[in-house]
């Protein structure tokens, strides 16, 4: 039997043996892994069981766990109002040896398949009933209460770091203060989302977060398909055009720009243009 996986910070799961972590799985849950259909992404993996559920299992050091722990799929059973796959059950447990642990949650099937890649870059053409339930979904999540702080990138969301990414590309006496902070999935891209039922899912890293970042995240990731992308922000132009929008939006623009963006990225244009625009509102308000 393959070894488990050591603690560098470049393990692809995608690439490494996983067989030990998903026999702990299915002793864990008491069921078995379609391992046929695994699906096998850099940092996590994800099977159908014989009892017709799905089970995201998902692997992180310590250093990106936090003081919150990293139980999210488990804290959506509370949200109400909020498109979502029902959680059944969940394990945790730690790499001998490693400052590793590794997290596993059973939850419903999926009601479709995932929209696309993160970054789309064709428009799916989702019919009008998908983007009224994704603004539903999205409104609720917004009044739901939780003390949960929100992890996009598996990085804690903060005052300080904002301000940092994006006074690279401001005036220094710019105000970057963030005042309408609220529950926020903080993932939200193409990839974890169905069609043309909406529902949305992967919700490791959600909590509190400045209004607009789902919203500006959404619309980074459509930036390729420019009707696609004006479709993102008529629909959640009410969190995009409020001052924390503007300026969660100029968070993902300087996340699309820097550190070393590749020249052929679509999105790079777009996100100049919006970045400009959006630095002369905040610099004249």
Do not use: Y
């Amino acid at each position: 039997m393959p070894s488990s996986l050591s603690a560098t910070p470049h393990t692809d799961l995608r690439v490494e043996p996983v067989d030990d972590v998903l026999n702990q799985v299915e002793r864990s849950f008491q069921t078995s892994l379609d391992l046929g259909a695994l699906v096998r992404k850099r940092r996590s993996l994800g099977a159908r069981t014989d009892r017709g559920t799905w089970v995201r299992i998902e692997r992180r050091r310590f250093d990106k766990i936090g003081g919150q722990g990293w139980n999210g799929t488990e804290c959506t059973a509370l949200l109400d109002g909020v498109a979502r796959p029902q959680w059944h059950r969940g394990s945790a447990w730690r790499e001998p040896d490693d400052a590793v642990m590794w997290r596993a949650d059973e939850t419903d099937l999926l009601p479709g398949a995932p929209i696309g890649s993160s970054v789309l870059a064709t428009d799916p053409h989702l019919p009008d009933d998908w983007w009224h339930a994704l603004n539903r979904s999205l409104d609720a999540l917004a009044v739901q209460h939780t003390r949960r702080v929100a992890t996009p990138d598996t990085l804690t969301i903060t005052q300080s770091g904002v301000t940092e990414a994006i006074q690279r590309f401001l005036h220094a006496d710019t105000d970057t203060a963030l005042n309408q902070w609220r529950p926020t999935h903080a993932d939200l891209h193409w990839a974890n989302m169905t069609g043309p039922r909406f529902c949305l899912f992967d919700w490791e890293d959600w909590g509190m977060a400045p209004q607009g970042l789902d919203a500006a995240s959404l619309w980074g990731n459509s930036l390729a398909v420019p009707a696609l992308a004006e479709r993102v922000r008529h629909e959640r132009r009410h969190d995009l055009e409020s001052r924390d929008g503007k300026l969660m939006t100029f968070f993902v623009c300087a996340k699309i720009l820097t550190p070393d963006p590749h020249p052929e990225d679509p999105r790079l244009q777009p996100a100049r243009d919006m970045a400009a625009r959006v630095a002369d509102d905040l610099q004249r308000g």
